[in-house]
T-cell receptor
């Protein structure tokens, strides 16, 4: 069964510093992976997705993620944090079920704080 | 609008009352999902619709919870005899089809508070 583990429920960085949010997945088949961001009092917004076309995926707002099969990881990075990046970030893997349908399995989330 | 729309955005009700939450998916999206997000926690899957059928209801926490969908459009999530532990944000998402590479697009949620 597919699953996702996000290491670190809270991450704090200084403005301008590197952002690294960790995600490890478990999947018996080649996975489709997603990163979402949730700002306060809003729904989830898609940052980027991995669908096997390229291992380095670029998303919105300067974020990118690298798929590493050997490490079963899909970590999210941004070279320089902005105050506006403070939010909750969710990693998700697409799980396929008998009956031919799919649904996303989400990690528990990582809250990113950015301080001046 | 172009996105997923949920209403009401906030709902406060007394314990024991019934509530109905509405989701308007993106036009043309055949797959629709409901999630629950308790304060400070991740997303808890509730139910999945493909068209107007629900192949996966495995996340509904009790028989007080039900959902329906009209064709490939509006869905309603109904909670009967609400309890305080039902307090949460209820998020709806839709995707163009059930393909595993399709992202889900989320509404802003309904924040439900049970007094």
């Amino acid at each position: 069964a597919q699953s996702v583990t996000q290491l670190g429920s809270h991450v704090s960085v200084s403005e301008g510093a590197l952002v690294l949010l960790r995600c490890n997945y478990s999947s018996s088949v080649p996975p489709y992976l997603f990163w979402y961001v949730q700002y306060p009092n809003q729904g989830l917004q898609l940052l980027l997705k991995y669908t096997s076309a390229a291992t380095l995926v670029k998303g919105i707002n300067g974020f990118e993620a690298e798929f590493k099969k050997s490490e079963t990881s899909f970590h999210l990075t941004k070279p320089s944090a902005h105050m506006s990046d403070a939010a909750e970030y969710f990693c998700a893997v697409s799980a396929t079920f008998s009956g031919g349908y799919n649904k996303l399995i989400f990690g528990a989330g990582t809250r990113l704080a950015v301080h001046p | 609008g172009a996105g997923v729309s949920q209403s009401p955005s906030n709902k406060v009700t007394e314990k024991g009352k019934d509530v109905e939450l509405r989701c308007d998916p993106i036009s043309g999206h055949t797959a629709l999902y409901w999630y629950r997000q308790r304060l400070g926690q991740g997303l808890e899957f509730l139910i999945y619709f493909q068209g107007n059928s629900a192949p996966d209801k495995s996340g509904l926490p009790s028989d007080r919870f039900s959902a329906e969908r009209t064709g490939e459009s509006v869905s309603t999530l109904t909670i009967q005899r609400t309890q305080q532990e039902d307090s949460a944000v209820y998020l709806c998402a839709s995707s163009i089809d059930r393909g595993s590479n399709q992202p889900q697009h989320f509404g802003d949620g309904t924040r439900l508070s049970i007094l």
